[in-house]
Nanobody, 124 residues
């Protein structure tokens, strides 16, 4: 069982930066693929970024490539999402997700554990 708690959300102006963190409980965190998803009002939850258990492989939604960076620290049981050059369309609730699969997925059904989410609001 893995429990996930996100933090770091907030209100920022367009062009600004935020760093989201996800703290995970459980002794097997280092063997889990991790992902970030987001859900804007009235829209479906969508994949944002994912990272393999070792941190050696990362994947991104096309619209965030070059602006967002996912990373993890297995010693601290955390995964982070550095978000730069934020745009109003990045406004959403951001969710951390985990799954014991070897290769990170980009689909909701590929993740077994989810956090409660953290709100990110980007003003224009």
């Amino acid at each position: 069982q893995v429990q996930l708690v996100e933090s770091g959300g907030g209100l920022v102006q367009a062009g600004g930066s935020l760093r989201l963190s996800c703290a995970a409980s459980g002794r097997t965190f280092s063997s889990y693929s991790m992902g970030w998803f987001r859900q804007a009002p009235g829209k479906q939850r969508e994949f944002v970024a994912a990272i393999s258990w070792s941190g050696g492989n990362t994947y991104y939604l096309d619209s965030v490539k070059g602006r967002f960076t996912i990373s993890r620290d297995n010693a601290k049981n955390t995964v982070n999402l550095q978000m730069n050059s934020l745009k109003p369309e990045d406004t959403a609730v951001y969710y951390c997700a985990a799954d014991p699969r070897l290769r990170p997925g980009s689909q909701i059904y590929e993740y077994s554990y989810w956090g409660q989410g953290t709100q990110v609001t980007v003003s224009s």
